[in-house]
């Protein structure tokens, strides 16, 4: 039964926090090397850098994995197809990397909230595998638990652009708040959508990913 109150928000706010230990504030899945390429350089160009990833790409991409996760969280084989299939739709080898470390990571630190979900997740978990499978186990449901991890994944590439670009803390919570409304949406999108519904048009982030393992001097890992 899903969880609509004080227990889900505050599962949702723990396990989606940047103290969380799933040391995601080490990744910038690309947008690094996108920095250094100056095609991401003030606030403008970040907002639709996020935002391509956000509709047409692996952020969305990601929400819809999670989405499938929920679904299945009481299946183990299916768990176990999807995270192949999740692994397969990464561009890069860092990418595949970022997904495994936090994915597995934050299934080891959930399991302070005991379930028997813990014992069907495949291994290795890739993080929105784990995320939605996890929560559905826990009773949140899925629009919180899509809305939370969207916003969560903003809020993540914003921080690297305040640190890297480098943006002021006001210009990054103008891009945040001018992206939820499309949070909004691709939450609402990805809690009706099918794997049928995957897929990815964000070239230029894909192509970061991938030029971020010969990128030097870097400070991120992806």
Same mark, same amino acid.
């Given at each position: 039964?899903?969880?609509?109150?004080?227990?889900?928000?505050?599962?949702?706010?723990?396990?989606?926090?940047?103290?969380?230990?799933?040391?995601?504030?080490?990744?910038?899945?690309?947008?690094? *090397?996108?920095?250094?390429?100056?095609?991401?350089?003030?606030?403008?160009?970040?907002?639709?850098?996020?935002?391509?990833?956000?509709?047409?790409?692996?952020?969305?991409?990601?929400?819809?994995?999670?989405?499938?996760?929920?679904? #299945?969280?009481?299946?183990?084989?299916?768990?176990? =197809?999807?995270? =192949?299939?999740?692994?397969?739709?990464?561009? *890069?080898?860092?990418?595949?990397?970022?997904?495994?470390?936090?994915?597995?990571?934050?299934?080891?630190?959930?399991?302070?909230?005991?379930?028997?979900?813990?014992?069907?997740?495949?291994?290795?978990?890739?993080?929105?595998? #784990?995320?939605?499978?996890?929560?559905?186990?826990?009773?949140?449901?899925? $629009?919180?638990?899509?809305?939370?991890?969207?916003?969560? #994944?903003?809020?993540?590439?914003? *921080?690297?652009?305040?640190?890297?670009?480098?943006?002021?803390?006001? =210009?990054?919570?103008?891009?945040?708040? #001018?992206?939820?409304?499309?949070? $909004?949406?691709?939450?609402?999108? $990805?809690?009706?959508?099918?794997?049928?519904?995957?897929?990815?048009?964000?070239?230029?982030?894909?192509?970061?990913?991938?030029?971020?393992?010969?990128?030097?001097?870097?400070?991120?890992?992806?």
């Amino acid at each position: 039964m899903s969880d609509s109150g004080p227990s889900a928000l505050q599962k949702l706010l723990t396990w989606l926090s940047p103290a969380f230990p799933v040391g995601a504030f080490a990744w910038s899945a690309g947008l690094e *090397s996108a920095i250094a390429e100056k095609a991401v350089t003030d606030s403008k160009t970040l907002l639709n850098w996020i935002g391509g990833a956000l509709a047409h790409g692996g952020i969305r991409t990601d929400a819809i994995i999670l989405a499938t996760g929920h679904r #299945a969280s009481e299946d183990a084989p299916r768990l176990g =197809d999807l995270a =192949d299939l999740c692994l397969a739709l990464t561009p *890069s080898l860092e990418r595949r990397m970022e997904t495994v470390t936090t994915g597995d990571s934050f299934a080891l630190a959930a399991r302070a909230w005991p379930s028997p979900v813990y014992a069907r997740l495949p291994r290795p978990c890739p993080y929105p595998v #784990a995320v939605g499978a996890i929560a559905a186990a826990h009773g949140i449901g899925l $629009a919180a638990a899509l809305l939370g991890y969207l916003t969560t #994944a903003v809020h993540s590439q914003v *921080s690297v652009a305040i640190r890297l670009v480098p943006l002021g803390q006001t =210009d990054g919570l103008r891009v945040m708040a #001018a992206l939820e409304p499309e949070i $909004a949406t691709v939450a609402v999108g $990805a809690a009706i959508a099918t794997l049928d519904d995957l897929g990815s048009i964000a070239y230029a982030a894909d192509i970061a990913q991938m030029r971020h393992e010969t990128l030097e001097p870097r400070i991120f890992r992806s």
